[in-house]
């Protein structure tokens, strides 16, 4: 179990976080979820033991993490980081890469297991190829095969999948975080993407203002967000008078309904268009299953199928 109490880092003068404590499972997927420069790849970076904290602690079990003040070599053997830069081996092949920290005492172990890793990032057709000629996407799926290589305790993973095209993307995420499941891997992932959260997250950790503001099952997370910035990572949101956060998928034009409001534009999303629409002068967003006249006057309500959930 991974254990973080207490936690407050500054790179300068100024705390980027501040007395944080939570706690991971072993096995446990979590997400960690805020705004660009909120502190998610630091967070990561403080749990591999890459800067020194400024107070508190964090644990792996009985080994307590600590940074460079205390480790002549950054990290620790049973944990894996992998960083928004992939730091490979440019000029070696795939193979080359992926078996660079697996013993050489078994050969034919070895290139099983390098084929098994391959097979999972889907790279098995480039594996003589060298990294440099590599795209972006591709050299991601290298680093995140070199960074399971060994079956790490616990993994960071920061952004994993931001270089990976759409045709990818679904399946890539779908065998990697099952792949840890299955080898009971603790897996903690910063990220903006709420396709890497939702179905594979046990628990998602907010960063707000230096601080966890939310700890909770991405469900409860979704079906009653506290905060604007928790709503915004799962959809388009309003905020309406009398009834506080609104969705966008939780407004229906309704002939009946009591609520008016005036057209400005319909964006086609593939399943549904979202109307942009102005009410009590204000701009409101809500899913429609068709584009609807500039200017014209619909009646709305709000709806909220699910009970929420605190
Ligand atoms: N090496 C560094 N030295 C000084 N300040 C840093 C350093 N790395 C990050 N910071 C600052 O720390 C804060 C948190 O940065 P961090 O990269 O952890 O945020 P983030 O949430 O991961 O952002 P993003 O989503 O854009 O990757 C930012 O204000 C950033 O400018």
Not at 100 to 105: D, G, K
Not at 190 to 199: F, I
């Amino acid at each position: 179990m991974l254990q973080v109490k207490n936690l407050t880092f500054a790179y300068n003068h100024d705390s980027i976080l501040r007395e944080l404590s939570f706690k991971v499972e072993a096995g446990e997927h979590v997400s960690i979820i805020g705004a660009s420069g909120s502190g998610k790849s630091s967070l990561l970076k403080l749990i591999y033991g890459e800067f020194d904290l400024n107070d508190g602690q964090i644990f792996w079990n009985d080994t307590e993490i600590l940074g460079p003040k205390f480790n002549l070599v950054t990290g620790y053997d049973f944990i894996k980081y992998l960083s928004q830069e992939f730091d490979l081996m440019p000029y070696t092949s795939v193979e080359e890469n992926v078996g660079h920290y697996l013993s050489n005492f078994f050969p034919k172990e070895k290139k099983e297991r390098i084929k098994e890793l391959l097979e999972v990032v889907e790279l098995l057709d480039v594996s003589q190829t060298k990294v440099k000629l590599l795209s972006g996407g591709q050299k991601q799926r290298v680093a995140l095969a070199r960074a399971i290589a060994k079956d790490p305790k616990l993994i960071l993973l920061d952004e994993p999948f931001s270089h990976i095209d759409n045709f990818k993307k679904h399946t890539l995420r779908r065998k990697v975080f099952n792949y840890f499941k299955k080898k009971n891997i603790t897996c903690i992932v910063a990220t903006h993407d709420k396709e890497d959260v939702l179905g594979y997250s046990d628990r998602v950790l907010v960063l707000l203002d230096k601080q966890i503001i939310a700890n909770n099952t991405p469900k409860n997370l979704f079906k009653n967000p506290k905060l604007p910035i928790i709503a915004s990572f799962f959809n388009e949101f309003n905020i309406l008078d009398s009834y506080g956060i609104v969705y966008a998928h939780e407004i229906r034009v309704s002939k009946n309904a009591s609520l008016q409001a005036i057209v400005k534009q319909s964006f086609f999303r593939g399943k549904y268009y979202l109307i942009e629409a102005v009410f009590n002068k204000e701009s409101i967003f809500f899913e429609h299953d068709s584009e609807l006249p500039e200017n014209s006057i619909v009646n709305f309500e709000v709806f909220r199928s699910q009970t929420n959930e605190t």
